[in-house]
């Protein structure tokens, strides 16, 4: 049985894979039912539930549709035995975008608990820097 930090590296991959597939469900699973996700775009307030966060990405998919890459360049994660964080910087742009400014990061952060002996993601932060 793998440790729950590589447990945790293997469900953010996976779930980054998807992301760049555009496979809702693979994206909405290991998700909590009460998730909160701060994202790039409104609302500024932050998006609860599951529900929401699942409304939130059919647009961002269509965006990606464009040719945007969503690659996950750096990942660490530290892991207690019910709690864990971790964070990541990912190549997230159209190759327009990228040409144009070849060092944007997008950072993510990431909080996850452990529920019924399963790991689960209870919150996201995505964000760009602002120069």
């Known amino acids: 049985m793998p440790d729950d930090a590589a447990q945790i590296r293997t469900l953010i991959t996976n779930w980054a894979d998807?992301?760049?597939r555009?496979?809702?469900?693979?994206?909405l699973a290991d998700h909590a039912e009460d998730i909160v996700m701060y994202d790039v775009p409104p609302p500024h307030?932050?998006?609860h539930g599951l529900a929401a966060?699942?409304?939130a990405w059919p647009p961002f998919f269509a965006w990606q549709a464009q040719g945007a890459c969503f690659d996950i360049e750096s990942l660490d994660?530290?892991?207690?035995s019910?709690?864990?964080y971790a964070h990541a910087l990912l190549r997230c742009a159209t190759p327009e975008e990228l040409a144009e400014h070849p060092g944007l990061r997008l950072r993510l952060t990431f909080g996850l608990r452990k529920q019924d002996?399963?790991?689960l993601v209870a919150h996201e932060?995505?964000?760009f820097p602002h120069d």
């Open 117 to 119: 002996g399963r790991w």
């Open 77 to 80: 994660v530290t892991a207690g």
């Open 82 to 84: 019910e709690v864990a």
């Open 45 to 47: 307030h932050g998006i």
């Open 18 to 20: 998807a992301v760049h």
């Open 125 to 127: 932060h995505h964000s």
């Open 22 to 27: 555009g496979d809702l469900g693979g994206v």
């Open 53 to 55: 966060y699942s409304a």
